[in-house]
């Protein structure tokens, strides 16, 4: 069983910055995907930002330009800097990781993010 662990979420004005963290149980090479997802109050849950084994990224558009995934290998950790922030980019945000070899998913519990005018 693979747990994810998010943190770095918090109360932030609009224009402000954060960085989300997840942190996971297992060895982060071996996931093909990690990603960041986020829901809204009464909204589905959308695609954030995702990573691949071999670092190639994908962006929401209503992220770019504003937000970086990264990982760290070393560890285990997968990251979320989120700059010039917006009213709407407050969400719960989730944590998600994909195995290519048995096409199985995980999530975190999420962390929540709010933006402030």
């Known amino acids: 069983q693979v747990q994810l662990v998010e943190s770095g979420g918090g109360l932030v004005q609009a224009g402000g910055s954060l960085r989300l963290s997840c942190v996971a149980s297992?060895?982060?090479?071996?996931?093909?995907?990690m990603g960041w997802y986020r829901q809204a109050p009464g909204k589905e849950r959308e695609l954030v930002a995702t990573i691949t084994s071999s670092d190639s990224t994908n962006y929401a558009d209503s992220v770019k330009g504003r937000f970086t995934i990264s990982r760290d290998n070393a560890k285990n950790t997968v990251y979320l800097q989120m700059n010039s922030l917006k009213l709407e980019d407050t969400s719960l945000y989730y944590c998600?990781?994909?195995?290519?070899?048995?096409?199985?998913?995980?999530w975190g519990k999420g962390t929540l993010v709010t933006v402030s005018s």
């Open positions: 297992v060895r982060i090479f071996s996931i093909n995907v």
């Open positions: 998600n990781a994909y195995f290519n070899f048995n096409k199985r998913t995980y």
